[in-house]
């Protein structure tokens, strides 16, 4: 059994509420909420993989409203003892999942301004979300192989939220597609 997770139900409105092969889990916005939920779900039951589907900002401009396959997580919003940004006190600064694709950068804000890209880019990640690198690590912990698939929603600056709201219920169609193409679901 696999396990279809994302953070929010708008981004899975074009999926079934049952699709074959999978157990489905909404765990909220945010890392922490992500990190829970994801916690209890696999203390609960044992998954051959966990696939997280979603909608991210794109931070580097050579992304267009595509749908892509993360390789790995960054945290954008921590900061070591140094006052190093990205860097995290006790946890890995990078958690990779083992596929070819785009890093994403996760932290507890929706990122909507050019002020926060420019710190966020030279990070090297190309998307901005709010769970991917709590989902990576929890998974990782639990040894269970995850991939994860955003979908571009906003540019995440100039009032990105407007954007989202707008995007989100296509978002999940482009997700919808993916799946059904990669998974025969």
Known sequence: ????????????????PALPGFDRLVTGPGKLQAAYALT?????????????VGTAGAIDPMLDGDVYEIDAAIQH??????????????????????????????????????????????????????ETYAYAWVAAQFGVPIRVIKAVSDRAQDDAITDWRSTVTACSAQLREFVRAEYGV
């Open 1 to 16: 059994m696999k396990l279809l997770v994302a953070a929010l139900e708008s981004e899975l409105v074009a999926f079934p």
């Open 40 to 52: 209890r779900a696999l203390d609960a039951n044992a998954y051959d993989e966990i696939l997280v």
């Open 77 to 130: 919003d921590v900061t070591d003892i140094d006052g190093r940004v990205g860097q995290h006190v006790s946890l890995p600064p990078r958690v990779e999942l083992g596929r070819e694709g785009i890093t994403i950068a996760t932290g507890d804000h929706f990122v909507d301004g050019a002020e926060a890209v420019a710190v966020i880019r030279p990070l090297g990640a190309g998307l901005v979300d709010m």
